[in-house]
């Protein structure tokens, strides 16, 4: 049963990038999309972008300048980085899989999550 | 872009049916999905294409969809369920996805 576990820094100051990684576990990285959502503290999810092992990605429009994902299939890893950060950006920040980005677009499963907080 | 509405709130006693919906533009053209996130803990997905169940959730989660509103229901209610629930959606037209406000159920 796959498993994903986010790592990274809590703490990062603002106009500073954000960068987390996600290591998957029990499966392989091949023929999946991997993602990256956000919840801000007592707030909804926000979808940030995926990666599929192939590389293509996509973003969500309202953060495109800012975010970068990236896959390490040696590693089993893919990982987000956000620049520029505000405290608009502290959030507890989720990888998750999903097996189709169009068809089977759900999100499973999700990795514990990571508190990220944007602070001087 | 594409938004989702669910209520804030549903309260339900043990044993009784709760009804969550997430309302948006002619959202029976699209495939519901839905998450339960207990407090600390990740969304886990709940109910997927409207109305298929992940193995090991329990038949007490069903979902249906039509028209410009979808809904998850939990019938036979426990105080386990008490948790936030979101729906999400791909929208196709601008190829990204979509969450819903998020509804907090409150057992009794």
């Known amino acids: 049963q796959v498993q994903l576990q986010e790592s990274g820094p809590g703490l990062v100051k603002p106009s500073e990038t954000l960068s987390l990684t996600c290591t998957v576990a029990g499966g392989s990285i091949s023929h999946y999309y991997w993602n990256w959502i956000r919840q801000p503290p007592g707030k909804g999810l926000e979808w940030i972008g995926y990666i599929h092992y192939s590389g293509k990605i996509n973003y969500n429009p309202s953060l495109r300048s800012r975010v970068t994902i990236s896959v390490d299939t040696s590693k089993n890893q893919f990982s987000l980085k956000l620049s520029s950060v505000t405290a608009a950006d502290t959030a507890v920040y989720y990888c998750?899989?999903?097996?189709?980005?169009?068809?089977?677009?759900?999100?499973?499963?999700w990795g514990q999550g990571t508190l990220v907080t944007v602070s001087s | 872009s594409y938004v989702l509405t669910q209520p804030p709130s549903v309260s339900v006693a043990p044993g009784q049916t709760a009804r969550i919906t997430c309302g948006g533009n002619n959202i029976g053209s699209k495939s519901v999905h839905w998450y339960q996130q207990k407090p600390g803990q990740a969304p886990v997905l709940v109910v997927y294409d409207d109305s298929d169940r992940p193995s090991g959730i329990p038949d007490r989660f069903s979902g249906s969809n039509s028209g410009n509103t979808a809904t998850l229901t939990i019938s036979r209610v426990e105080a386990g369920d008490e948790a936030d629930f979101y729906c999400q959606v791909w929208d196709s037209l601008s190829d990204h996805y979509v969450f819903g406000t998020g509804t907090k159920v409150t057992v009794l």
């Open positions: 998750a899989r999903q097996k189709d980005a169009g068809n089977e677009n759900w999100f499973d499963p």
